[in-house]
């Protein structure tokens, strides 16, 4: 609990790409943070919060002032071939989580979850500006287990009085992200041609539009939600503005040190039922103050950066 007006965070996937990256967002801002996960570091404890007894005990024995529930297996492609994990991971882990504040906090602790973009589904012309209040028609096993997550958690923000508020997060990157994202894919096969380790980058559809930001400017929207939002609502995060696959990849075969031969690989050209998606964040920064602080270029920059860093 709050010590000395110090706030305490609990962060679920901690270790995660996001999760390093809130943790650090925290810090700066004067939060303690514990983390958990499936790994032991200075500030992570080992948690498996598909077990109801090790999630009860962190939160028992943490009595956190505000958890950031980031676990998920985020991965879409993954979500097909393991579809009971994936409601497990992002479904089962957040009701246990859920649970174990009804139980020994209440209404004392505030909770944000985190949601996807993808919950929205086929926009068709609508992802010209995606605002909260459209329907939402997710079509994946990732993004339907998403939409069970929001919906359980607005069951326990209403009938129990937990103060829990949700996210819908576009696509965001930075330096650390996995390769099986867009940003990183490229990167990761810009670096290879660098290098001599394969002579062309293969690619798929150019044409659609997607809204990226930065994954600093994720995290802080996040705490922002966690000191500002309203319990029981859900917030778009993204950036409100849109680039085309084709645009990304000039700009990074740009910054390329070689000539970079690009071929599309027909296995990889799937049409879009969406060709633009563009987050509409006017709730969020209505209720924040928030606004992107980070450029399209700096995600580019940072990620060419990291995977130039990896032997």
Same mark, same amino acid.
């Given at each position: ?17 996001? $999760? +390093?990256?809130?943790? /650090?967002?925290?810090? #700066?801002?004067?939060?303690? %943070? !514990?983390? *958990?996960?499936?790994?032991e570091? &200075? ?33 879409? $492609? +993954?979500?097909?071939? /393991?579809?009971?994990? #994936?409601?497990?991971?992002? %479904? !089962?882990? *957040?009701?246990?989580?859920?649970? &174990? ?40 096993p ?18 129990y ?20 994202f ?8 810009i ?13 798929g ?80 920064t209505?209720?924040t ?10 995600i ?12």
């Amino acid at each position: 609990m709050m010590k000395d007006g110090i706030m305490k965070a609990l962060v679920t996937g901690s270790e995660g790409f996001a $999760g +390093k990256y809130l943790v /650090n967002e925290l810090i #700066t801002n004067g939060y303690s %943070v !514990v983390g *958990a996960d499936l790994s032991e570091t &200075a500030i992570t404890r080992y948690v498996d919060l598909l077990d109801t007894i090790q999630t009860k005990k962190i939160i028992d024995e943490e009595k956190p002032d505000c958890i950031f529930h980031l676990v998920a297996l985020a991965d879409v $492609g +993954k979500s097909w071939k /393991n579809p009971q994990l #994936t409601v497990e991971l992002n %479904v !089962v882990a *957040a009701i246990n989580v859920l649970e &174990a504040v009804r139980q020994t906090m209440g209404n004392k602790t505030r909770i944000v979850v985190i949601g996807s973009s993808d919950q929205y589904g086929k926009l068709g012309n609508n992802g010209l500006s995606v605002t909260e209040d459209m329907d939402m028609k997710p079509v994946t096993p990732y993004a339907i287990a998403k939409r069970a997550q929001e919906e359980i958690s607005r069951l326990y923000a209403n009938n129990y009085g937990l103060q829990i508020c949700m996210t819908r997060s576009f696509n965001h990157g930075g330096a650390g992200q996995k390769t099986g994202f867009l940003i990183p894919d490229f990167a990761n096969g810009i670096v290879k041609v660098e290098r001599g380790d394969q002579r062309e980058l293969l690619v798929g559809n150019l044409a659609a539009r997607r809204d990226f930001t930065h994954i600093k400017d994720i995290v802080r929207a996040y705490r922002l939600i966690a000191e500002k939002g309203v319990s029981g609502e859900v917030y778009n995060v993204g950036s409100g503005q849109t680039h085309s696959v084709q645009e990304i990849l000039n700009l990074m075969k740009e910054r390329a040190l070689c000539e970079i031969p690009v071929r599309q690989d027909p296995s990889r050209m799937r049409p879009s039922d969406t060709p633009v998606v563009c987050c509409n964040h006017d709730k969020l920064t209505h209720a924040t103050g928030w606004e992107p602080q980070y450029s399209l270029s700096d995600i580019l920059e940072d990620t060419l950066t990291y995977y130039r860093s990896i032997d």
